[in-house]
């Protein structure tokens, strides 16, 4: 079963990443998506791999956002796609069958394009402003949500789907009720988010789901 709560990684250099990655850890996360936009390879390979074995090391799950070449030579559990990049059906020749596969979409007709393309998960969003992404999609509230997973239940189509984009602790249990899987996050577990109140997070999460 897939986890509830995603953590998406934040920070500008190799440091800060592993340091956010590695306290999203401490605080009880078990699912990290590493997110670090560069054009040198190298450094890109040396994160994963120390996130990687961060991971491991919490027996967390460790997704790779944009790259499945990346996500197979780390061995990552998965690889996380925009809508933007390779599609999931190129993505599966690339990866092992077992690697896990999710898709970014917007609205219910990208939803439905990721549901055909046989992704394992969605992440649909944003569902309001967030700094952590530039070029965001158009904002989806909770009227854009509840439209959707309603489409989607008149066409008995299942699916985990992840709210994302801009989420705050007072958002997460109108998300839950809704019927979503679960939520990514970024900012919410950087900035705010320890050890002591981790429990508060993850029980809102179980309890309304």
């Not at 040198?40 to 120390?50: F, I, R, S």
């Not at 990552?76 to 077992?98: F, P, S």
Request: with cysteine.
């Amino acid at each position: 079963m897939f986890s509830k709560l995603q953590y998406i990684s934040q920070g500008e250099t190799i440091y800060s990443q592993i340091r956010n990655i590695h306290h999203a850890l401490d605080t009880g996360c078990d699912w990290i998506q590493l997110r670090f936009k560069t054009d040198n390879q190298e450094q890109l390979y040396g994160l994963a791999e120390a996130a990687k074995l961060l991971c491991d090391t919490y027996s967390a799950t460790f997704i790779i956002n944009d790259n499945p070449y990346l996500c197979q030579e780390v061995d990552a559990d998965g690889v996380h796609l925009g809508l933007t990049d390779m599609n999931v059906k190129e993505a599966r020749t690339i990866l092992d069958e077992y690697k896990i596969i999710g898709g970014t979409a917007n609205t219910y007709e990208d939803v439905i394009r990721r549901f055909e393309e046989n992704c394992d998960y969605i992440g649909l969003g944003p569902y309001k402003f967030t700094t952590t992404k530039q070029n965001l999609s158009p904002l989806l509230g909770l009227d854009g949500y509840q439209n959707i997973l309603q489409k989607l239940k008149a066409e008995k189509i299942q699916i985990p789907i992840y709210a994302i984009g801009g989420i705050q602790m007072e958002d997460v249990e109108n998300l839950m009720k809704m019927g979503i899987h679960g939520i990514a996050v970024s900012s919410l577990i950087t900035n705010e988010y320890q050890e002591n109140n981790y429990s508060q997070l993850n029980t809102t999460l179980y309890v309304n789901s």
